[in-house]
């Protein structure tokens, strides 16, 4: 055995296996005993189990017809679907950019290299701050204890953060106000001697122009808040057309108890039907070099009550409801022309949009929405909401997606490539709605009533075009006043933070 053999010298541990029942077929059992008497008796432990289990069932614990949870359809290929992990954590965390480290010319004792001489100086104050490759002169000192303290910090921190630190708004005295977002304090105020309807900035970064529709007219705001390059490609949208220059453009901007733009109303509709266009197309001198002021005025046959941009910043339509067949005009800003695509009148129309990538236009009548191919100049679809009257429209950033405001208090959700009716009809309002809005970057949805409540919504849609937009409650914002049966009359989201400005009716 230590030798590894085994201990009986015949044993074999390697023989031929012998199969003993499959063999050879046999017609008898191996055994002839007989069957024992409890396996023909009912169980007794068995009983007791269906009586428990049938005391669940009356009472409700135990369900027998429950029906299977819906699982989607699409699922994770190659690996498990980590979906519900992201949205139980929350999504991933993104580290904001580190500020540059400072050089050797921040420095309290910089090199002598470092340091301006007299005519690098003078050069450096009279150079524009836009051109400056320091925005501050070097300066040498003892010892640390003799710096002063830095005299640019207020402005360099604030040149770090310019989202979105101003917002236009308006109220019944005809006046057009600038404020700042973040102090709350009003930089600017224009008197444009009309009830003020809309007001929309223009989506070109490039162009600090604001969008105004007041009674008959559509001005073009210049809010000069730009740096020294955006400032001059938005003096450049407007100069270089004298002839048709207003001599009242000379009035102090400034002033809010001055209109800036007081043009007789009868005289401007003279001229646009004697040159038989449906516009008129003013000009005003900007103020100072920041050109800030009217710049120009767009005079209709009618009063303007709704005005859209193209996402290009190029293209803007106004909506004209008593002009007829000119109702919905379309104005180049880069050719100072108008032109009507439509040549007889839709209905009553409510507002109008263009699509974010597509050259697809939205018309929304009282009670359906179209959508147009400029292109093509025809009807691509035709949406029907279902509603009463049709109050307001948004088109989601991707363009597939639609949203509808109603004054019968419904919010209704069209997918394009679904279906002409509504994928959703939400009602949760008390009252007429106002406005809608998607935000551009994040999935927020908003809605504005005159209940005096902004409901907002988390609203995903996803690329795969199996899976349905998913929307969640995730806030009412309350507090505003409602004034003369008006609440919320406007709503807009930051282009890129997640925040929410509001407008309300204020008397």
Known sequence: MQSGAFAHPEFDAHADLVEVFTSEKM??????????????VPSKWEKMKVLKIMKGIREGRIQVDKKPDDKPDVFQMWFDDDQEAVARKGPAHVQAPKMILPGHAESYNPPEEYLFTEEEKRAWLEMDPSDRELNFIPQKFNSLRDVCGYSNFVRERFERCLDLYVV?????????????????????TWNVGAVVIKVEWCPNK?????????SKKMLLL?????????????????????SNSDPLADVDVE?????????AEADIDDAARKARMPVKWTYHAGKGRNGRGVRAVLHHSGAVTDVAWHYKGDYLATVVPAADSSSVLIHQLSKRTSQNPFSKKLGVIQAVSFHPTKPFFFLATQTHVRVYNLVQQAMVKKLSSGVKWISCLHVHPTGDHVLVGSYDR??????????????????????ATRAVGFHKRYPLMASASDDGTIHIFHAMVYSDLIKNPLIVPLKILRGHEVTGGLGVMALAFHPTLVRACRGWMMM
């Open 27 to 40: 017609i008898h059992s191996l055994g002839n005993d007989q069957e024992p008497k409890s396996r023909f």
């Open 168 to 188: 236009s708004s308006t109220i019944y005295h005809h006046t057009v106000r600038l404020w700042e977002v973040e102090t709350g304090r009003c930089l600017h």
């Open 206 to 214: 490039d162009h600090h122009v604001v969008a105004v529709a007041a």
């Open 222 to 242: 210049a809010t000069g808040t730009g740096n020294g390059d955006e400032t001059d490609i938005t003096n450049a949208l407007f100069d270089g057309d004298e």
């Open 255 to 263: 002033d809010p108890s001055v209109t800036v733009v007081d043009t």
């Open 410 to 431: 419904r919010l209704c959700w069209f997918d394009l490539d679904l279906s002409s009716t509504p994928f959703k009809t939400l009602k949760y309002h008390e009252k």
